[in-house]
T-cell receptor, first 112, second 115 residues
Framework: TQLLEQSPQFLSIQEGENLTVYCNSSSVFSSLQWYRQEPGEGPVLLVTVVTGGEVKKLKRLTFQFGDARKDSSLHITAAQPGDTGLYLCAGVEGGSNYKLTFGKGTLLTVNP | GAGVSQSPSNKVTEKGKDVELRCDPISGHTALYWYRQSLGQGLEFLIYFQGNSAPDKSGLPSDRFSAERTGGSVSTLTIQRTQQEDSAVYLC?????????????FGSGTRLTVV
């Protein structure tokens, strides 16, 4: 059973376009994190959201945590080729205070 | 060190041989995690260390897998009698706090290929 479902699985867009990636679950998470992974590297933390309804912005990236703390979204404005990578959401379940459960990721390709 | 260091970066081994993967976490990070990443499977939790103890080994897939951590620092993941299905990228991460809420810092991983 996949606890965190990410969609879409693959996304290929042109430079300058906007996009949204979704992360959904039936479980409640005490926090949710987004990572970006490039080929041959480990995932790099982009943001952590903790409060239901929370919105965080990181330059052209906007992250939102659902009110019920079961889902999250990542919106990228005016995508650039440098945004290309695997975007992973990960959550700390309510019953565990240490273990991150990862979604399978969204592979984003931004074409120049 | 400045980041999480893993070695080797690549390992090709013959089926049935034993392998050791090493992780050197960020200095002062008490929590250390091992994950496995296979194509299409996402990141799979293997084991969690807090200091030198491993309160959660629930993700180790079989008794061929074991891990230890010494001095609250370096960790070694050992796979005995490797099988082809063990081929994957093995990622190590550490965190400053006891909880994962603040996020993990990952190493670049060890790509294991069993032939």
């Amino acid at each position: 059973t996949q606890l965190l479902e990410q969609s879409p699985q693959f996304l290929s867009i042109q430079e300058g376009e906007n996009l949204t990636v979704y992360c959904n679950s039936s479980s409640v998470f005490s926090s949710l994190q987004w990572y970006r992974q490039e080929p041959g590297e480990g995932p790099v933390l982009l943001v952590t959201v903790v409060t239901g309804g929370e919105v965080k912005k990181l330059k052209r990236l906007t992250f939102q945590f659902g009110d019920a703390r079961k889902d999250s979204s990542l919106h990228i404005t005016a995508a650039q080729p440098g945004d290309t990578g695997l975007y992973l959401c990960a959550g700390v379940e309510g019953g565990s205070n240490y273990k991150l459960t990862f979604g399978k990721g969204t592979l984003l390709t931004v074409n120049p | 060190g400045a980041g999480v260091s893993q070695s080797p970066s690549n390992k090709v081994t013959e089926k049935g041989k034993d392998v050791e993967l090493r992780c050197d976490p960020i200095s002062g990070h008490t929590a250390l995690y091992w994950y496995r990443q296979s194509l299409g499977q996402g990141l799979e939790f293997l084991i969690y260390f807090q200091g030198n103890s491993a309160p959660d080994k629930s993700g180790l897939p079989s008794d061929r897998f074991s891990a230890e951590r010494t001095g609250g620092s370096v960790s070694t993941l050992t796979i005995q009698r490797t099988q082809q299905e063990d081929s994957a990228v093995y990622l190590c991460a550490s965190s400053q706090t006891k909880t994962g809420i603040g996020g993990y810092t990952f190493g670049s991983g060890t790509r294991l290929t069993v032939v």
